[in-house]
């Protein structure tokens, strides 16, 4: 992730709010994909704050009163109150529990940086109303008890049916479990099932990869998945998740599959495969934004040689890695990019490069007056 520049040159980070040097409010402008200060030029309206763009904006709903976002919107804006983010939220949290609002900020944080390196890639998204089958939208849950109503007389009836939510895509819904925002929960969870690289942004990226096959692959490129990964059909998802779940993963796991997870079935190789793609994306424009590599053999990001792209991941993921340890923290990059997986990788890529919508217009500048 790349950081912006304040107008008072002060850095602004991709979730700040506010300018911590001239305490200018800031927000993310759709029109010229930065991070900027806002500039207020009427009650709720306010200017982008890039010189380049100067696009008018008003704060999304949920930055204006949920206090949960940090997206704008352009005006004259068809879109409705929700910006390009919020706008795919179909269940949100129970907000009078605990601290569902600090969980669901943590989620929406998530899921913004999601959004902005699936724009870097160019991949189209959206939901019934764009004509989008699957429709995408987000349900973000907790689990619940039975509740029960008592008549006068005693009597009892159960209102609803103890419910555990499941995190995971069916249809263009993307299911995120609430007690995956909560940091100790989420690391009991990591440690129980020896899940390295378990987070709240891997179980977007992760869900968001079976939206793809959806969306993508399935009834359009299912012979050229299938030369890769496998026959998705033949052991069916039921009876691999069931051999999984009993035997354990493929005993040379991470020879072949970017994670053991990943060795389950084509399905979820397809979408651990996605994911390792979108973290080697992320990497990578860190890395070039931050100067901590060098990026010569990379034009952009992404770029058109995957292999020049796997080489320049595997020195930063060495650089990163290497100062955590320093730190005592444990590794940031822990999927092996072996021959097998970088072959995989490359159905990814050659999928994104075939789907990639053209590049967003440079913004016009600011009027002079």
């Known amino acids: 992730m790349r950081t912006f520049t304040c107008l008072c040159n002060e850095t602004l980070f991709f979730d700040n709010t506010r300018c911590v040097s001239c305490e200018r409010e800031a927000g993310f402008c759709p029109a010229c994909q930065q991070l900027v200060a806002l500039v207020e030029v009427e009650e709720g309206q306010y200017r982008c704050g890039n010189p380049a763009c100067c696009a008018t904006l008003v704060k999304c ?43 669901w900020r943590r989620i929406e944080s998530a899921k913004r940086r999601l959004f902005y390196h699936l724009d870097l890639l160019g ?9 989008f089958d699957p429709p995408l939208s987000f349900d973000f849950k907790e689990d619940t008890g039975p509740m029960w109503s008592f008549d006068d007389n005693g009597n009892s009836e159960m209102l609803n049916a103890h419910e555990v939510v499941m995190t ?38 992760h869900e968001i990869g079976h939206y793809y096959w959806e969306l993508l692959v399935k009834g359009q490129r299912e012979d050229g998945f299938k030369a890769v990964f496998g026959d998705h059909n033949t052991p069916t998802y039921a009876e691999s ?4 779940y009993q035997r354990g993963p493929h005993a040379n796991w991470s020879n072949y599959f970017a994670s053991a997870y990943a060795s389950m079935h084509p399905w979820e ?5 996605f994911t390792a793609y979108l973290e080697m994306v992320a990497a990578l424009d860190t890395a070039q934004h931050m100067g ?9 990001v992404p770029s058109d040689d995957l292999d020049a792209m796997c080489r320049v991941y595997a020195r930063v993921g060495i650089a990163f890695n290497e100062l955590n340890r320093t730190m005592g923290l444990k590794d940031v990059l822990t999927r092996p990019l072996t021959r097998p997986v ?28």
């Open 123 to 131: 991949l189209p998204l959206g939901d019934a109303k764009d004509g």
């Open 269 to 273: 190789d397809f979408a651990e495969t």
């Open 292 to 300: 901590i590599d060098r990026m010569n053999e990379l034009d952009a």
């Open 61 to 103: 709903d949920n930055y204006r009163i949920e206090r949960v976002c940090n997206r704008c919107i352009v005006l004259p804006n068809a879109g409705g109150s929700l910006c390009d983010c919020c706008r795919f939220n179909a269940v949100i949290p129970n907000l009078n529990v605990g601290d569902n609002r600090s969980k």
């Open 241 to 244: 998740m069931q051999a999984y």
């Open 168 to 205: 995971g895509h069916f249809k263009g819904k993307v299911t995120i479990n609430l007690r995956e925002a909560d940091p100790v929960e989420r690391e009991r969870l990591r440690v129980q099932f020896g899940e390295l690289n378990r987070s709240l942004i891997g179980h977007f990226r």
């Open 342 to 369: 970088i072959e995989k990788m490359a159905f990814v890529h050659k999928l994104i490069a075939e789907v990639r919508g053209p590049a967003s217009p440079a913004p016009t500048s600011c009027p002079t007056s």
